[in-house]
Each structure stands twice: as C-alpha cells, then as structure tokens.
C-alpha cells in the first residue's frame, strides 16, 4: 500500500486532517517511493491542500447529496481525484481509475460508485467556472474559493493592498514554488550557469546576490557539489540586509532549521564566537551536517531566547516564530491552521523574544529582527512597539550596496514582497543599541 503514489498522497492528507504537518507527514509517507511516484504523491497532496477550498466549491456542485454527509476519508479521495482531472496531466481515465482503487483499497468498496460517478461528471461537465464567484462583482468570494484562502486573511489583505497585488499574491501562494541555491562563494560567478558536477545544473535568478535556481539534478547532490545552502531568494535578502562586516560575538537566536546562519557564519569567518541557539533540541540537530560539511566554527546551544544564557554579543539575529503568510507556497497547510487567536499569540511570542534579546546586546550592538509574515503587528508594528519600550536602540538603514534596490522601505526596513519579485516574504529590519 505505502508503494502507491495516490494512497501515499492520501494518507498525508489524513495525516493532515488529524493535525499533523503536511512536511512531517510527507517525510515519512514518502519515503518508500522513488523518483516519478514521490514527486507525483507530493504534488497530488500538497495540491490538494492547497487548493481545498476550490476543489470543495466544485464538489458542492457535483455531488447530489450536501458534503457534510461525505465521510473524511471518502472527501480526501473525491478531493485528489478531482484535483489529477482539474490540475495535472494525468489521463483523466486514470485519475479516475486509480482514485476509485485506492478508495477501495484504504476505505472500502461502498463509496466507490460515488467517486467514479462523481469524477466522471466533472470530466464530462469539464470546469465549472459558474461554482464560483465573479472577479469584477465578488473580488473577496473569488479569492477565498478560486484562490482557496481564508476570508479573514483575503479581507486583511484587501484593506491593505490593491486588487491586483493581492490576486497576483495569491496566485504565487498556489504555485509550488522553485529550488532556489545561494551559492555561498562570493566569488563564484553569476553571470552564467552552474555545473559543479555531472548531472546538475544551476541557473542565475537576475538581480538576486548569489542566487542559483535548481534547473537539473537534486537539491542534495547541488549543496553536496557546491558550498551552498537551499534557500529562496528572500531569506537569503535578509542575511544580506545584515551585512557584510558585522561583528562577533554573534548570536543567532532561533537559528534552526539553519540557512541564514550557515550563510552568516560563511560570511564573515572573523566574527567569533558564533553561536546558534533554538529551544528545540531536535530542529538544532539539523544544523549538524552542514556545518560539519561546510567546516563552519559554529557552536550549537539549546536556550529560551526569551532568556537567553548569553550576554555581550555584537550581533544578533532574531529570525521569529511568525504565522508565515510570506512562505504559504511552501506550507500548503499553514493557512488552514491560521486564524487572528493564533496572530494575536505570535505577537505576543515575539514581543517577548525582542525583550529578552535586547539585553544579549552590548552597548553599539546590531539586533537584527525579521519575519517570514506579511502582516504589520508582527513587522513594523512589532519594531515600532519595542523601539518605545526600549529607548536606547533606534533603527539603522543597511548600506545600500548590501541588498537589492527596491527592497528597503523608507525608514530602511527590508520588505520582499511575493507578488513583486516572485519570491517568498520577508521583513527584517536592524536596530543599533546606543
């Protein structure tokens, strides 16, 4: 059973339901299968997903009976089902075919004659465009269904952002996004394309210090081959927006799983000690090989940043728990989870690590703070709100050769923002103690 690419898919969907990590999930369904059949699986359940809310909206309309009444093992099938015919170039009789055998091989036969029917009807009725809300007359009802979000985070975004920026965000959010590599070789050439070894081949992202995206060959075997980290092209802005001649003692305080102090530590070797702490003993241990590979001087310490066992660090990043709207192409669960009860606890969070870090910073020191969110309370909000707890720090703009243009705001805050560039989110902004 685990060997079939579609009950793999299926049980990370289960598993997802249940409350699980969809990452978690696919790490450990997946890892019976091999090449076509785990990219297939993977596609198929992060699709699903992603795109739960649209392929629900067309069930409503396909079912004869209200979807309450479907069982959630049957739903998830109907709902990779739907999502092969709608959303892949599987051959329609063998998305069928497949879905009404691995129903009936993990559910049971009873529900079978419903699937087929039901998926048959959408192949012959082809896409319902009418099951959805109109752009122009119900923008909102549109994004929440077509685009598949939660209406409290559409409705945030609309009150901030034009029409066309938030259905381009959404767009982005939807699409499975690229490997990206950041070469860590400052002189390594990014003018032209990358083939470290045979098989693998890496192309320049114009504009994007260092940035290589994935073209040929695995993600493992590129960072085998080349010093490099996997890394989009925004997260790897926010390890230029600290610079390139910072000072040790350093400090990254909620370092895990590890890119961008991989890419610090790189950076600048003469900066020492460094120090890379989580409170999380197992997302520290991810550290480990590529510091090891790298033949990095970085020591790991598991520590609250809250109450961080260090004082007198020079520099320190705090890259926060945030709710990661900027990265929702890469957790296709995570906006099903969110809701303003969970914002509202990670404001708090990270008020509480901003306070607990900023007496880690000795007199003339950098705090660094950035997220992976879009939203004010957890960015600019967040740096507005310490700055007036804290008097004796004030922001402090980067130099401007140290990130790309347009990337900086007026007061010198970083803001990658998806729909502009293509990328994830991000926001970092650097606040000298005085």
């Known amino acids: 059973m685990g060997e079939d690419p579609r009950v793999a898919a299926f049980q990370i969907l289960c598993d997802v339901a249940r409350g699980e990590f969809a990452d978690r999930a696919a790490t450990r369904h997946l890892a019976d299968l091999r090449g076509a059949d785990r990219g297939l699986a993977l596609e198929m359940a992060y699709g699903a997903i992603r795109l739960r809310s649209r392929l629900d909206t067309e069930l409503t309309h396909l079912l004869d009976r209200p979807m309450s009444s479907i069982d959630l093992p049957v739903l998830q099938w109907l709902r990779l089902g739907l999502y092969q015919v709608r959303e892949t170039r599987v051959p329609d009789h063998a998305a069928v075919d497949q879905t009404v055998r691995g129903l009936k091989t993990t559910v049971g036969p009873r529900a079978s004659g419903l699937a087929n029917a039901v998926l048959r009807r959408a192949i012959r009725e082809g896409p319902r465009e009418a099951a959805f809300p109109d752009w122009d007359a119900d923008p909102e009802g549109y994004l929440t269904t077509w685009g598949s979000h939660p209406g409290w985070l559409i409705r945030r975004w609309l009150s901030r952002w034009p029409l066309a920026s938030v259905r381009r965000l959404v767009e982005n959010d939807n699409r499975a996004p690229p490997v990206t590599v950041r070469v860590l070789d400052a002189e390594a050439d990014h003018d032209r394309d990358l083939a470290p070894v045979d098989g693998v081949r890496l192309v320049p992202e114009p504009d994007w210090r260092g940035v290589f995206r994935l073209r040929e060959g695995l993600p493992e075997t590129a960072i085998g081959s080349i010093p490099s980290v996997v890394q989009d092209p925004a997260a790897s802005a926010v390890v230029d927006y600290v610079g390139d001649r910072f000072l ?105 690590l901003l306070d607990g870090l900023a007496e880690s910073v000795e007199p003339g020191g950098l705090l660094v703070y950035a997220t992976c969110s879009l939203e004010p309370e957890e960015n600019e ?17 980067p130099e401007p050769t140290w990130v790309r243009d347009g990337t900086t705001d007026a007061i010198g805050d970083l803001r990658v923002l998806p729909w502009k560039w293509d990328t994830d989110g991000a926001f970092a902004s650097r606040l000298r103690r005085s």
Request: glycine share 10%; proline share 7%; with cysteine.
């Open 248 to 352: 040790g003692p350093v400090l990254d305080a909620c370092a895990a799983p590890g890119g961008k102090a991989i890419g610090l530590a790189w950076r600048a070797p003469a900066a020492r000690p460094f120090v890379a702490a989580d409170i999380s003993g197992g997302r520290l241990d991810l550290l480990r090989e590529p510091i090891a590979r790298l033949g990095l001087n970085v020591s790991l310490l598991r520590t609250d940043a809250r109450s961080p066992a260090i004082d007198g660090a020079r520099t320190v990043l705090l890259d926060a728990p945030c709710t990661g709207t900027g990265v929702l192409r890469r957790r296709p669960d995570a906006r099903w989870r969110l809701d303003r009860g969970k914002l509202d606890s990670l404001v708090a969070l990270q008020s509480e």
């Open 381 to 397: 909000g967040q740096v507005d709100r310490f700055l007036a707890r804290h008097r004796d720090f004030r922001r402090e703009p």
